[in-house]
């Protein structure tokens, strides 16, 4: 389904998500954090800060954006390549800044990395959004030509070829991705800088609404130059799902809840991942229903609970396979990101059932937050180990 480098970025925040009380047990989860985190300077694009602890990166890629006139410096580099691909970019950053929302209190000193991060793509979504009016930047660099050179970005020599979506060439998928990262970022950065938390949520409301005007999946536009790489293989009903669910959330504004009636759903997944969103919207909205006692999220928060069933080894509905090791096996080709991205759902929805007293059924199978928070951690051995 996706290609290897699905992994890369989007694995990387995994263990923010994980019982940092624990910073200096067996596995170390504060010294796993910390080098996630880091690995995100590693991919940086643009001119470097003086603070760049990875001092063997340089400057990179500032012509980026010349070819269209416009500025789209800085943001990630995907994996071991010099594209800037920013369907999944958006996608690592709404986990980034959701892991934030969700275990920033527990994060202590990486609390500024994890911002530090967050803000590092989001400088750059802000600059795709804003460059030229109609259009959504959502790519920097032939992947096809880039793939068959081997060379560090500092000394990249390949056409940075710029790619957009606009009113004739719709990409609802990753706009609706892109006002999702946004919108969550708003939140970390809600209280620390009000005025650029302002800034991006102005910001994805505009991208939000681009999406839903225009409707169509950014491969169909883009063809060659975003597939087989990041495809948009599941349609982008999910990422209208997600960047409504998000900007609810940011904004409190029914008019986000009532599109997300009209959108429609699949309440049929068992994945989770840059491409399918479903179980996330799923968990974001639940909430509401758990914590607020909004019975007008009842729906989402049972979709959420059948995700969870089909994930649970011991359920009778589960269509989840585990190695004899007890690692989630999803899909063949880099499977790891399913298992740090469903694990955060895990552990996510776990708090919430904690912080409520709620337990569910899987059929006759009940499951308490213990459940999960122990499939949770075995995942997270698995992958430390």
Not at 5 to 21: I, K, N, Q, T
Not at 44 to 66: A, E, F, H, M, Y
Not at 106 to 134: E, F, V
Not at 310 to 337: D, V
Request: aromatic share 12%.
């Amino acid at each position: 389904m996706a290609t290897r480098r699905g992994a890369s970025l989007a694995c990387c925040w995994v263990f923010l998500l994980f019982f940092m009380e624990n910073v200096h047990g067996n596995p170390n989860y504060g010294e796993a954090l910390a080098k996630s985190l880091l690995f995100f300077q590693g991919q940086r694009s643009g001119r470097l800060p003086k603070t760049q602890q990875i001092t063997w990166r340089s400057n990179s890629g500032l012509s980026d954006g010349k070819l269209a006139q416009v500025d789209l410096t800085g943001g990630y580099y995907d994996a071991g390549d010099n594209v800037k691909f920013n369907f999944p970019m958006a996608f690592t950053t709404t986990m980034l800044s959701w892991s934030t929302l969700e275990y920033g209190e527990n994060l202590g000193s990486q609390l500024s990395n994890a911002r530090t991060s967050i803000r590092w793509a989001t400088d750059y979504l802000l600059k795709c959004a804003t460059a030229t009016p109609g259009k959504l930047y959502v790519g920097v660099g032939d992947p096809n030509v880039d793939h068959k050179c081997w060379e560090r970005p500092e000394d990249m020599d390949t056409v940075r070829s710029v790619y957009s979506v606009s009113q004739s060439n719709p990409g609802s998928d990753v706009a609706g991705e892109t006002a999702a990262a946004l919108a969550a970022a708003s939140m970390v950065f809600s209280t620390v800088d009000p005025k650029y938390s302002n800034l991006l949520l102005r910001t994805a409301k505009k991208v939000m609404q681009f999406a839903m005007q225009y409707r169509g999946a950014y491969s169909d536009s883009l063809g060659s130059v975003v597939c087989p790489f990041y495809c948009s293989y599941s349609g982008y009903t999910d990422e209208l799902m997600w960047g409504a669910a998000w900007l609810f959330r940011a904004t409190n504004d029914v008019t986000y809840f009532n599109f997300l009636k009209s959108v429609g759903d699949d309440s049929g997944t068992d994945i989770f991942s840059w491409d399918n969103k479903y179980a996330g919207a799923h968990v974001l909205l639940a909430r509401r229903a758990l914590l607020n006692k909004d019975t007008n999220f009842e729906q989402y928060r049972q979709e959420a609970e059948n995700f969870m069933c089909k994930i649970l080894p011991n359920s009778p509905m589960a269509s989840t396979q585990y190695t004899q090791g007890g690692l989630m096996f999803k899909l063949p080709e880099s499977n790891l990101q399913y298992v740090t991205s469903i694990t955060f759902l895990l552990t996510t929805y776990a708090k919430h059932m904690t912080a409520t007293q709620h337990n569910f059924d899987c059929g006759n199978y009940v499951v308490t937050p213990n459940h999960l928070i122990n499939l949770a951690k075995r995942q997270a051995s698995c992958l430390i180990h």
